[in-house]
């Protein structure tokens, strides 16, 4: 038993394959009951290999639920050129909303772990929640500069936006008795297109 642990901690095993492991494990036993000996075993190698590239599990599932969200992102935008009118960009968001709604793994999390949750929504951001802010920014930014776009800032826009999404990614569900989640995500596609339409009140925010 010795020398299968000793030739587990030898072989080498890509940072891909144990993020894979352990979203497998974080889909069939949830994060409570998920170990570094459980996505250490799922992977083919040993704790110590684990431990030497992150300190402790909840480090480890941070990394894939960061990796997921913004694949779910990736998926939606594509290797093209990001949009720049609002029509478009709108489009991108509800889509990217949808999409994370529907993701098995945040589904499975909010089912089964949503404390884990938790901090991002009532502590701090995350890093996907930093970077879909930093590219709704850039979007928005661009609209602002076609003229599809309201006058009010990026920043301010974009962080409005991202609240507003998170609410029907987390929340829809609680609110589908007598309606669909389609015809939810059709509100928030008028929504967030007259909220960013040019004539509303610009200037900075009070």
């Known amino acids: ?15 891909e394959a144990v993020l894979e492991a352990a979203r497998e494990c974080l889909l069939t036993m949830g994060m409570r009951r998920t170990t570094m000996a459980d996505i250490a075993r799922r992977a083919g190698t040993s704790r110590q290999t684990l431990y030497r590239r992150w300190p402790d599990v909840q480090t480890l599932v941070a990394e894939v639920m ?19 009118d609002r029509g478009e960009i709108v489009d991108v968001l509800v889509a990217v909303a949808a999409g994370l709604r529907s993701d098995p793994l945040l589904r499975r999390i909010v089912e089964v772990d949503p404390e884990l949750l938790v901090p991002y929504l009532f502590d701090r951001r995350g890093v996907s929640q930093d970077v879909m802010l930093d590219r709704i920014e850039s979007m928005l930014a661009e609209g602002r500069r076609g003229g599809t776009v309201r006058g ?55």
Do not use: C, I, K
């Open 1 to 15: 038993m010795r020398s299968g642990s000793q030739n587990r901690s030898r072989r080498p095993v890509s940072d």
């Open 66 to 84: 960061t990796g997921q969200w913004l694949a779910v992102v990736d998926g939606v935008l594509g290797s093209g050129d990001p949009p720049g």
């Open 152 to 206: 009010l800032p990026s920043g301010v826009m974009a962080r409005t936006v991202l609240l507003t999404a998170q609410s029907f990614v987390l929340s829809a569900a609680t609110m589908a008795d007598g309606v669909s989640v389609t015809e939810l995500d059709d509100q928030l596609h008028d929504l967030l297109d007259r909220y960013l339409a040019p004539g509303g009140r610009e200037g900075e925010s009070r």
